[in-house]
């Protein structure tokens, strides 16, 4: 296999894992209410996050925090 076959062969593998991050942020529940494309009621918001309300808190002002780029897997430390 020449270069140019590995070059393309390389790039289609890294769009169809664009296609699938883009397809999986569509489906993504926190990215639809970190942007607000889904009812919230936001008590904090800049341009990384969002801070909103649970619907079903587990204690008063329970508050659920999200980046509104979508993340796929957040490292705890």
């Known amino acids: 296999m020449n270069v140019m076959n590995r070059f393309?062969?390389?790039?289609?593998i890294e769009q169809e894992k664009v296609t699938d991050q883009m397809?999986?942020?569509?489906?993504?529940t926190?990215?639809?209410?970190?942007n607000k494309q889904r009812?919230?009621?936001?008590v904090?918001?800049?341009q990384l996050v969002c801070g909103i309300l649970d619907?079903?808190?587990?204690?008063?002002?329970h508050t659920l925090l999200f980046p509104k780029a979508h993340v796929i897997e957040?490292?705890?430390?």
């Open 39 to 42: 009812p919230v009621h936001v």
């Open 55 to 61: 619907h079903d808190p587990f204690h008063e002002g």
């Open 74 to 77: 957040i490292e705890r430390r």
């Open 23 to 28: 397809r999986e942020k569509e489906k993504c």
């Open 8 to 12: 393309q062969k390389r790039m289609s």
């Open 30 to 34: 926190g990215c639809m209410l970190a």
């Open 44 to 46: 904090y918001e800049d």
